[in-house]
């Protein structure tokens, strides 16, 4: 620091520095990625409370934060691994590692040390068949979707979204130690659910997996065909989400909140679909369809999962 701002501005100093070191903080935080590991983290705790059998609280708040610190660690190991692609992209050029805020081996020794520990403690905490689970979870992230599929397939969301199916099926085997039929169905609706909700993204967000050479759908096929593949997706999601009411593993309250969202997400899919459009699909609006149907995806399964906590606490 220089001697003019160690003099009047000196009392400022210990601020100063208190804010890098929480910047510093905040970048570290980031390279979790903590707006996805919030939905991780959401599925794999109703897939704890669905399962039968008893975890000791603080054995269930251990497993909950195991399986957030793997999605974090995941997500951490993913930016190391797209340090190059997410430089080039306006919507990641900002994140820690392309930023230079954090070192890219730094970033990658962190990831693998959060792995390895949240796979550790989960299977010491309760069981290690959820600890495999776990750590299928993370090597499918990192070595199928980031490394294999990612930057050679259109493709990479639909079989890529087995990577965030993963969590309900571990929060069950954390409580039962096995995997049953219906968390197998929860992850078959989040894999259904990942390529409609991605695929709006990417709608929108198109110009940056261009210039990043990243094979989406609406780079590869175009706009025109994204739009019906997210209509073919969402119908195909309809009946599987209603599916675990109709088997009699969920209840009314459940089955209810799959019809009404089902419909509210057929719906928008629907108005992608007829969003006004050029000659290539692509929007005459800015993607506002796209944009609302992101956002009502991510509601849609949001409701789902909570009316599968409601109805097994309340009719149980």
Known sequence: MSQSAI??????????????DLSEVRDWLALLKPRV?????????????????????VLGATAVLCIAVAAGAAGAINMWYDRDIDAVMKR?????????RIRAGSALAFGVVLSVASVGVMGLATNWHAAGWLAASIGF???????????????????????????PVIGWAAVTGGVE???????AIVFAWTPPHFWSLSLWAHADYQRAGVPMLPVVAGARETRRQILIYTVLLFPLALAPWFLGLAGPIYGAAAAVMGAGFLWH???VLREPQDAAGRSLGNDAAARAAFRFSL????????????DHLVLG
Do not use: C
């Open 92 to 100: 990641t050029a900002r994140r820690p590692i392309p930023a230079g």
């Open 269 to 271: 899919a629907v108005r």
């Open 299 to 310: 509601l849609h399964l949001a409701v789902l999962f909570a009316a599968l906590a409601v």
């Open 7 to 20: 003099g009047e501005g000196g009392a400022s100093a210990p601020l100063d520095a208190s804010a890098t």
């Open 181 to 187: 039929v219906l968390p197998l169905l929860l992850f």
């Open 37 to 57: 590991m919030t939905l991780v983290v959401f599925t794999g705790l109703i897939g704890m409370i669905l399962a039968p059998g008893h975890l000791h609280p």
């Open 141 to 167: 992230y990192v070595f199928v979707y980031t490394m294999w599929l990612k930057r050679r397939t259109p493709q990479n969301i639909v079989i890529g979204g087995a990577a965030g199916a993963f969590p």
